[in-house]
C-alpha cells in the first residue's frame, strides 16, 4: 500500500502545502488546476471520455485584497495566483484576462446559459453569498418567486378575508360523505323500519295523518275522551268478524258515553251536534232540542215529554254527526235500549245514516239529493223522472194507486251536470261528473204492530233509493234478498212518491224496551257500497237479511239503469220521535217522559281499508258545503230554490254540454 495521501478535489491550495510538496504547482492561463481525486481517475466513465478537470479555488494568501473566508471568489475581483495552471473545457469557457469576469461564448442564450450555469455548479463550489458570484441580489431586482412572498393588499384582499369553505371542491366531499352516511343508516335503521310499517300500515282513524292527528300535528286530549276509539273501548271489542264473510274487521271508531253529564249544543262536542228544529218531513209532533239529550249512568238519553215548545206539543232530541264523523263501507254497531214498551204503538226511535252533502232537518241540502243513489245521464234525473215530451209513460201512471211514479225534483248534482256549473266532483275520466246525492241507510226503526190483537214489537231495517223502478218494485229475488233471521219478512211497503225502499221487517227482543225489561240489544248494518255491492243488516247481534245491488237493476219500463249501493261517506243520526205516519200514535197509553238509551256505537272496517272522514278524495263534501253555508245551517229553508239557488244545467234539458 502507497503512503501517499489522495489527492482532493477542493483541498485549498496554499503557499504552505505548495511548500509541503516541494513541487510548484503549474499554471495555464488564469486558472489554477489539481489532479482529480482517485475514484474519478478509475471511474468506468472516465475509461471512455475524456476527464474533465476539477478545477481548485485560490486560496486566501492568493488574492492579498480579500480576506474572505470563501473558497472562490469572483474572477473580477481577483487575478490568477501565480504559478496556477487551468484546462477549461474550451467548448464552454474562454479563458478571461485579469480583472474580467468568466463568460460563456453564449452568456445571452438562454438555453445555453442555463445549461453553463448547470455545468458550472458541477464543476466549481461556489460561495455561500450569491454576490460573490456574481448573482444580482439588489431590492430592485425582480426574481420569478417574488409574488410568492411579496404581499399586496389588492391581489391578496380575498385571501386575507378569510375565503369560504363553500367550494365546489369541499361541496363534493361533504357530499360524498353525507350520501355514505345517508346510505348506512338506510341500511341498518331505515330498512328496518321501513320494511315493518310497509307490511304494517298505521291508520289515521278517521282524521288528516297517522295515529289520528289534525293538521297541526295535534291528537285530541280535550276533558272528556274524544279519540276516534273512545278509551272505555274494551279491547275485545277491538276485532270483530264479518257477518257477510266472516272476515276480521278493525274498530274504526267508537263512542261508549261512559262519561256523564255531556253536552251536545252546537261546538261542545268533536262528533256529536244536536239540532234545534221541527222535522216537518214527516210531519213529527215534537221539536227536536239540544237540551233533550245528555249522558246519564254510562249511556246516551234521548227524552221524549209532553211539553209545548215552539206550538208543538211534544220535545225530544236528534243527534247527528254530520260533518264531523262519516264512514264509507264496514259495519255499523249499536247497543240500545227501546224508548217506550213493546205493547204500545206510537214510539219512533231510530238510527239511521245519510250522506253528507245532506243534512236531515235542513230542507234545502236534502232537495234534489235524498234519496239519490245514482251515477247514470238519463231520465232517472229529470224532475218526475220525465221528459220534456212526458216519456217514458209509464212514469206518469206506475206510481201508488196508478199515479204519478214521482215527485222528486231531479238529481241536482247528476252526472249529466254541464261542465262550468256548481258540482262538488269529482270528474271521471271521460270529463263527466260523478253522480252525487244523499243517500240513506236506516240500522233501526222500531214500531209496535197489531198481530192477531197482541201488539208486538218490530223493527223495519231498510235502505232508500231513488229514482225509481214502476210501480217502486225491485228485484227482490231470493238471489237478490237473503233472509238469515226466520222472523223476518220482506216488507211489504216498496215506496211512494218520495222514495223507494228495500225493506225487511223482524221481531225485536221484546225485554229490550224501557217499560218491558229494560235490556240493550244490537242492531246495525254491514255494507260495501257500489253496482256490486251489498246490505247485510243486524238484529240482536246476529245477521238478519241482506239486500244485493243486483236487486236495484235497471228498469226499461221507466228507462233507468243501475242505483248502486250508496257510496257517499255516511253519518249517523240518533233520533226518537212520533209521526202518524211511520206508526200509528196511541197517546192515551203511552208514558211520558220516554228514553231512548244508547250504550256504545261503534264502526269497523275490514283490514287495509279504513275509509272514514266526511270530505273522502274521491267523494269530497267539503268545499261544496263551504260554498252553500247558510243552506246547512238555517232548517227554515226548505227548498234550494228558497234558498235562492237554481238547480245546476243539465244537459238532457238545457242544450249545453
Not at 386575507?160 to 363534493?172: K, L, M
Not at 261512559?258 to 239540532?275: I, L, M, Q
Not at 234478498?481 to 216488507?491: E, G, Q, R, T
Request: aromatic fraction near 10%.
Amino acid at each position: 500500500m502507497s503512503s501517499r495521501k489522495p489527492d482532493y478535489p477542493f483541498a485549498a491550495s496554499s503557499a504552505t502545502s505548495s511548500a509541503n510538496s516541494g513541487q510548484p504547482p503549474r499554471q495555464q492561463g488564469n486558472f489554477t488546476q489539481l489532479r482529480p481525486p482517485v475514484s474519478l481517475q478509475h471511474s468506468p466513465l472516465n475509461q471512455q471520455t475524456q476527464r474533465r478537470p476539477f478545477i481548485a479555488p485560490p486560496t486566501p494568501s492568493a488574492s492579498p485584497n480579500n480576506s474572505s473566508a470563501s473558497l472562490l471568489l469572483p474572477v473580477n475581483q481577483r487575478g490568477p495566483p501565480a504559478g496556477s495552471q487551468v484546462r477549461p473545457n474550451a467548448s464552454l469557457m474562454v479563458p478571461s484576462g485579469k480583472g474580467q469576469s468568466l463568460k460563456t461564448k453564449s452568456s445571452n442564450d438562454g438555453i445555453l446559459g442555463k445549461f453553463f450555469l448547470r455545468q458550472a455548479s458541477m464543476k466549481y463550489s461556489f460561495g455561500a453569498d450569491p454576490s460573490s458570484w456574481g448573482a444580482e441580489i439588489g431590492p430592485n431586482h425582480p426574481e420569478p418567486d417574488d409574488h410568492l412572498h411579496n404581499p399586496d393588499p389588492r391581489r391578496d384582499r380575498k385571501n386575507d378575508e378569510g375565503g369560504t369553505i363553500f367550494t365546489s371542491r369541499g361541496i363534493a366531499n361533504l357530499g360524498c360523505l353525507a350520501i355514505l352516511a345517508c346510505g348506512l343508516v338506510t341500511l341498518f335503521a331505515g330498512y328496518p323500519i321501513i320494511t315493518y310499517f310497509s307490511s304494517h300500515p298505521l291508520p289515521t282513524l278517521g282524521s288528516l295523518n297517522l295515529g289520528g292527528i289534525n293538521k297541526t300535528g295535534q291528537v285530541p286530549s280535550m276533558t272528556g275522551n274524544w279519540a276516534l276509539i273512545d278509551k272505555d273501548t274494551p279491547q275485545s271489542a277491538y276485532t270483530i268478524n264479518s257477518f257477510y264473510d266472516n272476515s276480521e274487521m278493525d274498530l274504526v271508531f267508537s263512542d261508549e258515553f261512559n262519561v256523564d253529564g255531556r253536552s251536545f249544543y252546537p261546538g261542545d262536542d268533536p262528533y256529536w251536534e244536536a239540532v234545534d228544529l221541527y222535522y216537518w218531513p214527516t210531519v213529527d209532533l215534537e221539536w227536536y232540542d239540544p237540551a233533550q239529550i245528555t249522558t246519564q249512568d254510562g249511556k246516551l238519553v234521548i227524552t221524549l215529554e209532553a211539553q209545548e215548545n215552539h206550538n208543538v206539543s211534544y220535545k225530544s232530541g236528534m243527534l247527528q254527526s254530520w260533518n264531523k264523523f262519516c264512514f264509507t263501507g264496514g259495519l255499523a254497531l249499536v247497543s240500545a235500549e227501546i224508548a217506550g214498551s213493546s205493547s204500545v204503538q206510537g214510539m219512533w226511535p231510530a238510527v239511521w245514516t245519510m250522506g253528507n252533502l245532506g243534512r236531515a232537518g235542513f230542507g234545502a241540502t236534502t232537495d234534489g239529493t235524498w234519496p239519490y243513489s245514482y251515477d247514470s245521464c238519463d231520465v232517472g234525473t229529470l224532475p218526475n223522472q220525465t221528459n220534456p215530451d212526458g216519456t217514458p209513460l209509464a212514469a206518469s201512471d206506475t206510481g201508488t194507486k196508478g199515479g204519478p211514479l214521482s215527485y222528486l225534483p231531479g238529481q241536482r248534482l247528476s252526472a249529466c251536470t254541464c261542465s262550468g256549473e256548481v258540482h262538488p266532483g269529482p270528474i271521471k275520466s271521460d270529463g263527466t261528473f260523478k253522480g252525487r246525492s244523499a243517500p240513506e241507510i236506516d240500522m233501526f226503526e222500531t214500531q209496535v204492530t197489531n198481530v192477531d190483537g197482541d201488539f208486538v214489537g218490530h223493527i223495519s231495517q231498510s235502505a232508500q233509493y231513488a229514482p225509481f223502478n214502476s210501480h217502486y218494485l225491485w228485484d227482490n229475488t231470493t238471489d237478490n234478498a237473503i233472509i238469515h233471521n226466520p222472523s223476518f219478512v220482506l216488507n211489504s211497503y216498496h215506496g211512494g212518491i218520495t222514495q223507494m225502499t228495500t225493506s225487511a221487517l223482524g221481531l225485536t227482543n221484546q225485554a229490550c224496551y224501557e217499560f218491558s225489561g229494560g235490556c240493550f240489544d244490537t242492531y246495525g248494518f254491514e255494507y260495501t257500497p257500489g253496482n256490486d255491492g251489498w246490505i247485510t243488516w243486524i238484529s240482536s247481534g246476529e245477521a238478519s237479511w241482506t239486500a244485493m245491488a243486483a236487486g236495484m237493476v235497471g228498469d226499461p219500463v221507466v228507462n233507468v239503469t243501475q242505483r248502486p249501493v250508496p257510496e257517499e261517506p255516511l253519518y249517523f243520526i240518533i233520533n226518537l220521535g212520533m209521526s202518524n205516519g211511520f206508526d200509528k200514535v196511541d197517546i192515551a197509553d203511552l208514558t211520558f217522559p220516554a228514553h231512548l238509551s244508547i250504550d256504545w256505537i261503534r264502526v269497523y272496517q275490514p283490514k287495509g281499508t279504513v275509509n272514514v272522514g266526511c270530505d273522502p278524495p274521491d267523494f269530497p263534501t267539503a268545499a261544496y258545503i263551504e260554498m252553500f253555508p247558510e243552506a246547512y245551517t238555517n232548517a227554515n229553508l226548505t227548498t234550494w230554490k228558497q234558498y235562492g239557488q237554481n238547480f245546476p244545467k243539465n244537459k238532457l234539458v238545457d242544450n249545453c254540454t
